[in-house]
Nanobody
Framework: VQLQASGGGLVQAGGSLRLSCAAS????????MGWFRQAPGKEREFVAA????????YYVDSVKGRFTFFRDNHANTVYLQMDSLKPEDTAVYYC?????????????????WGRGTQVTVSS
């Protein structure tokens, strides 16, 4: 499966962005989908995951209550709605697909990755 993230940009603190990740090649309904981010000089970190149906979601503590992960399997696309953005959310955001993953999984546990999209939050 090929993944392409989009929707990043520059936003002021407190603002919102919606990231999209469009998949092609295979249906995403067979995968757990995840979002990760990587800030300059830091390791790639887990942000959120959604189960195959989207019925279950998991978030890192730092984004709980601010970010919402939802998926549209018919459109073969997943989304990350980011509200109340903070400067510390600045990073390149990546979407990923995995078969045997859940929760705060390591990036190496995911099987497929898309190219990232830059999110910059100004103070």
């Amino acid at each position: 499966v090929q993944l392409q993230a989009s929707g990043g940009g520059l936003v002021q603190a407190g603002g919102s962005l919606r990231l999209s990740c469009a998949a092609s090649g295979r249906t995403i309904s067979t995968y757990v989908m995840g979002w990760f981010r990587q800030a300059p000089g830091k390791e790639r970190e887990f942000v959120a995951a959604a189960s195959r149906t989207g019925g279950s979601t998991y978030y890192v503590d730092s984004v709980k209550g601010r970010f919402t992960f939802f998926r549209d399997n018919h459109a073969n696309t997943v989304y990350l709605q980011m509200d109340s953005l903070k400067p510390e959310d600045t990073a390149v955001y990546y979407c990923a697909a995995g078969v045997r993953v859940w929760g705060n999984a390591s990036p190496s546990d995911y099987d497929y990755w898309g190219r990232g999209t830059q999110v910059t939050v100004s103070s």
